[in-house]
């Protein structure tokens, strides 16, 4: 742990045993000088379809578009891909047969928007950014953002591939729940994106487990577990099991570290670490990844094998994050 996370966690210490816990809060906060806005382009995002998704947000944003353009464009690259089991079409269902769809977004003025359980949608992305730019709500879930979908122009259409149908069969064959660590890229791509004016905005989409309970949803959609914006300080999103962001609000926590003056790196790190200290988690893989206004990142993962792709500067390029557990 570093100095200076000691610093701030000795200060809250000490306030809170003579209630003064708010004013430590605003003394952690980093001072305006000490992190300079970055105006490069840069696009980061889970795992190694975060390639292709990167590669489009940047041709995005080096023709003029916003931070909240390339975040959008970038994922659905990978939501049209239909050899991806784990995104958009292709993704595998529920165990019902299913293929249900989750996704959110989030702009660099902390505007949101978000749906969950649409079915027969390709691009949820693109629905998720309707809803916030269209609606006065943040997020329409199941037949409702289906019928939202429609009336915005989106076409229906069927999203199970027989690839995908065929592993559900043979899934069905005994049923068994199992989800195994690493396996299908845990069904997630996040992304974040920083434009010319230094604007920061994400996004975050899924199909879910395989072979979920039907009407299951997890952190993706979901504004501040799967992705979390704050312009002033920095953006996150995470990928793995749901269940373990949904009950730690890990995005929001790790923006939130980042405010208190933590680095993308060490916010990372103590947010897996919230989960390694209450839930339990070694079945589990957990992955968050981060970016804050300098342009600076940070990946942590509670397994090894999670990886994410980081493109500035002409060069994308795939790295292994750092883990809690070392295989």
């Known amino acids: 742990m570093s100095t200076r996370r000691k610093f701030i966690k000795n200060s809250f210490a000490t306030a809170a045993g003579v209630g003064l816990v708010g004013a430590a809060c605003a003394e952690a906060k980093p001072e305006p000088e000490t992190l300079v806005r970055s105006k490069k382009l840069k696009a980061l995002s889970t795992w190694i379809h975060g390639m292709e998704a990167n590669e489009e947000a940047m041709r995005v944003m080096d023709e003029g578009g916003s931070a909240l353009d390339g975040a959008e464009k970038g994922v659905k690259v990978v939501e049209?891909?239909?050899?991806?089991?784990?995104?958009?079409?292709?993704?595998?269902?529920d165990r019902d047969g299913n293929v249900t769809l989750d996704a959110c977004i989030m702009?660099?003025?902390?505007?949101?928007?978000?749906?969950?359980?649409?079915?027969?949608?390709?691009?949820?992305i693109a629905v998720a950014r309707k809803v916030m730019e269209e609606t006065p709500h943040v997020m329409l879930a199941g037949e409702g953002a289906k019928r939202f979908a429609l009336a915005q122009g989106f076409a229906e259409e069927n999203l199970l591939t027989e690839s995908s149908k065929k592993?559900?069969?043979?899934?069905?064959?005994?049923?068994?729940y199992n989800p195994i660590i690493n396996v299908e890229n845990h069904d997630t791509i996040g992304m974040i994106c920083q434009d010319a004016q230094g604007n920061l905005?994400?996004?975050?989409?899924?199909?879910g487990l395989a072979y979920k309970m039907h009407g299951r949803i997890g952190d993706s959609p979901i504004i501040g577990a799967g992705l979390f914006v704050d312009n002033d300080y920095g953006a996150a999103t995470a990928t793995g099991m749901g269940e373990l962001m949904l009950k730690t609000l890990g995005s929001f926590l790790v923006v939130e570290l980042m405010r208190q003056g933590a680095t993308p790196q060490e916010a990372c790190e103590d947010a897996v670490q919230r989960i390694v200290d209450k839930l339990d988690y070694k079945a589990f893989q957990v992955g968050y990844l981060a970016m804050d206004i300098a342009g600076n990142t940070g990946a942590y993962a509670i397994h090894p094998g999670f990886n994410y792709a980081e493109m500035a500067n002409g060069k994308n390029e795939l790295i292994d994050a750092k883990s809690y557990l070392n295989g």
């Open 167 to 176: 592993a559900w069969e043979n899934w069905l064959e005994k049923s068994e």
């Open 201 to 207: 905005s994400g996004s975050c989409t899924t199909s």
């Open 107 to 124: 702009d660099h003025k902390g505007n949101a928007g978000s749906v969950c359980f649409l079915q027969n949608i390709k691009h949820p």
């Open 80 to 93: 049209a891909d239909p050899n991806g089991s784990s995104v958009g079409i292709g993704g595998l269902p």
